[in-house]
């Protein structure tokens, strides 16, 4: 009964339909042809968690496949990211509670995890791009990106002459690309107009332009034992219910001297990724950052979703919006992913 059905819908004559927008999905190879938007390693950042110690690795329980690693390891890894076609990395430091202060005074130590992590990085892999992240939260006993005043408030320009110093730190050091994530004000006019002094002109700045006051960061915060320890950061960063505010941060970084914008976090702000890549010129970078890959993570290992497929569609849905790169903790997966010719 149900067969015979069957057959008389599937023979029924062709309606005349002039489009169908199916034709292109047909195949394989059609839609391979007609694919708008690809995925290649070159266009994946790698964050790296740093700690001190050899052959020292250390789980993030809220990161699943992502550890805190030393030195040595750090750089076994970029070559293999390398290898992989992954052509950047981006740092993070651990510092440890003894060494953190109210001002991060650990930031400007120029023998410190940055520092010597950023030597031996760019000595054992030279090719490989060094982003650094440039922020006092890791630094700081309270947890805060900038100089904090007795009554809690964080002071913006005193900020600023730290992060100046920060700056040339790394970049004395060898890194490649400064990448402010504080959201104080001016810091990147600041910043370029420090590095240029010094002699830094080749140094590039990937300014956090549009940078929200998320809850997507927790685990990142996890990783790097960074929390506040009071308050939040509402008054530095971006409320996530504004959009006209990330174009003003965007054009400011630009005419301050900016060579490439980010914005942060990246799925629950594509629009905002979208509307800046209508604004500037500039390369857009998205970070897709730890809250989002821990949902991903934390679903699949539950079984409810397929993790790898669900990390493509995410990443393919940033690029889509109209990031030119992303950073991301799945950035080897991904990358090997598309190895094995994963549709994207
Ligand atoms: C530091 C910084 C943060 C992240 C990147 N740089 C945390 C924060 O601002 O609190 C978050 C990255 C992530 O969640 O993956 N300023």
């Known amino acids: 009964m149900l067969k015979q059905k069957k057959e008389t819908i599937i023979n029924e004559e062709a309606i005349d339909l002039t489009r169908r927008p199916r034709r292109n999905r047909k195949s394989a190879a059609i839609r391979a042809l007609v694919q708008e ?70 930031a400007l130590n120029p023998n410190n995890l940055l520092t010597r992590t950023i030597r031996a990085v760019k000595k054992e892999v030279p090719e490989m791009c060094v982003m650094v992240d440039v922020a006092l939260d890791p630094f700081t006993d309270h947890g805060h990106d900038g100089v904090v005043d007795e009554n809690g408030n964080i002071i913006n320009d005193a900020t600023l002459r730290v992060l100046g110093d920060m700056s040339s730190l790394c970049a004395g050091a060898g890194a490649d690309i400064i990448a402010p994530s504080d959201m104080m004000d001016g810091r990147v006019g600041y910043i370029r107009h420090q590095l240029d002094n010094e002699g830094f002109t080749e140094v590039s700045i990937l300014s956090y332009a549009a940078k929200y006051a998320s809850s997507f960061y927790g685990p990142f915060r996890d ?122």
């Open 37 to 106: 938007t690809r995925l290649h390693p070159s266009s994946l950042v790698a964050p790296f968690f740093m700690i001190e110690g050899n052959n020292t690795r250390q789980e993030i329980s809220s990161m699943p496949g992502v550890d805190r690693i030393s030195i040595d390891l750090a750089v076994k890894e970029a070559a293999a990211l390398y290898a992989l076609g992954i052509r950047a990395i981006d740092l993070f430091t651990v510092v440890s509670s003894e060494k953190k202060d109210y001002r991060g005074s650990e």
């Open 223 to 344: 990783a790097l034992h960074s929390a506040p320890k009071f308050g939040d950061k509402k008054t530095y960063q971006m409320n996530p219910a504004n959009s006209r505010e990330a174009m003003l941060e965007c054009s400011l970084d630009e005419w301050e001297g900016a060579d490439m914008l980010l914005i942060k976090p990246a799925l629950p702000y594509l629009d905002i990724i979208a509307k800046a890549r209508e604004q500037t010129e500039l390369p857009i970078a998205a970070y897709h950052v730890s809250g989002e890959y821990a949902m991903i993570m934390a679903a699949a290992q539950n079984g409810w979703i397929d993790g790898d497929r669900v990390l493509m569609e995410s990443l393919i849905s940033i690029k889509r919006a109209g990031a030119t790169f992303i950073l991301t903790y799945g950035a080897k997966k991904a990358a090997e992913l598309i190895r094995k010719e994963f549709p994207y």
